[in-house]
């Protein structure tokens, strides 16, 4: 059985950081990566990894400010969030992938379920 088991939400105050982690377990993956999902908002890929080459992918909001990162001995998936914001309050979910993706929500083949990240001002 597939599960992704997302870690380290909580509140932090703006300018603070925090760091989630995503613990894989059933099967390997092609790539692994964060989306978050603000109240009243559609869910957004914030940042991905290539499994293989530790290739890495931004959203324009983060880049700068985030960092994704892998352990691959421990199945592992890291966001290493620094300067938030208040406009970075959201459900975070982890996501994985089998094959070659856009990182459109549609393209998803596992979600964690989610852990909340709440950033004051």
């Known amino acids: 059985q597939v599960q992704l088991v997302e870690s380290g939400g909580g509140l932090v105050q703006a300018g603070g950081s925090l760091r989630l982690s995503c613990a894989a377990s059933?099967?390997?993956?092609?790539?692994m990566g964060w989306f978050r999902q603000a109240p009243g908002k559609e869910r957004a890929f914030v940042a991905a990894i290539n499994w293989s080459d530790g290739s890495t992918y931004y959203a324009d909001s983060v880049k700068g400010r985030f960092t994704i990162s892998r352990d691959n001995a421990k199945n592992t998936v890291y966001l290493q969030m620094n300067s938030l914001k208040p406009e970075d309050t959201a459900v975070y979910y982890c996501a994985a992938v089998t094959r070659p993706s856009s990182w459109f929500s549609d393209d998803i083949d596992y979600w964690g379920k989610g852990t909340l990240v709440t950033v004051s001002s």
């Open positions: 059933g099967r390997t993956f092609y790539a």
